[in-house]
């Protein structure tokens, strides 16, 4: 079985990793470059070595609207904006699709991580934003919408020193709509705001106080998540 890559662009980090026979042979990560030109050269360095570990196909996973093998849109990222990533793969790596992130991360949890059974499962990614994307029947439902930030996402941003509980409850309170709305049967969360200490179960239990009683189940692939999914995505 061929390897395939998988990048994961964040908003404070970037993650590829190699997949073979669905197990990681390899990753690596790096902070989030803030001007174009390093983060351009960032990108053309982390491709370079995902063709010397012999991969030829790549997925990316990018944080807000993709239109076709672009960018269009990144409210952390304004940077990548239209950026078009086959411009940085060499010769021998062609990116296959860039996808969003959330939407990435759905996939794999939906089909082999901590969503998989659900009929309608809710992914959350909570990073320097929050990423969404649901899953109806096994298939990642097509929505502009929940590419795009939140109205509340700067608040959002503005209580990630908060303390823990407080942010908890922000979160739970906000998001508590777009719940109530898609009425999934489990809720599936990831992202880098869950190293911090009992973040999970703080989340967890402030949904619980906003009446939702639907499971909220912690990301199998914890930060590998939307790379996976991403290079499945990539998968010929």
């Not at 983060?39 to 360095?45: D, P």
């Not at 807000?64 to 010769?91: C, S």
């Not at 759905?106 to 990423?131: N, P, Y």
């Not at 649901?134 to 209580?159: D, H, P, T």
């Amino acid at each position: 079985m061929e390897r395939i890559g998988g990048v994961d662009i964040g908003g404070t980090k970037v993650r590829w990793i190699v997949l073979e026979r669905l197990r990681i042979v390899a990753s690596h990560e790096f902070k989030t470059p803030r001007r174009k030109a390093r983060f351009a050269a960032a990108l053309s360095a982390a491709f370079s070595g995902l063709e010397r570990m012999g991969v030829r196909r790549v997925g990316v996973g990018f944080p807000g609207e993709v239109r076709r093998a672009r960018g269009a849109f990144a409210h952390n990222l304004p940077l990548l904006r239209g950026m078009d990533f086959r411009a940085f793969a060499p010769r021998n790596v062609a990116i296959v699709r860039v996808e969003n992130d959330a939407r990435c991360f759905a996939l794999v949890e939906a089909k082999r991580g901590a969503g998989k059974g659900a009929r309608r499962l809710l992914a959350l990614i909570f990073g320097t934003g929050v990423g969404r994307a649901f899953v109806r029947n096994g298939k990642v439902a097509a929505s502009a919408r929940l590419s795009r930030a939140e109205r509340w996402e700067g608040a959002y941003q503005k209580r990630l020193s908060s303390p823990p509980p407080a942010l908890a409850g922000f979160l739970a309170k906000a998001l508590l709509p777009l719940i109530a709305g898609l009425s999934p049967d489990a809720i599936v969360i990831g992202g880098g705001l869950l190293r911090k200490p009992r973040m999970f179960t703080l989340i967890r239990r402030a949904m619980r106080r906003q009446g939702i009683a639907v499971p909220v189940r912690r990301s199998r692939f914890r930060e590998n998540g939307p790379a996976i999914g991403a290079a499945l995505s990539a998968e010929g």
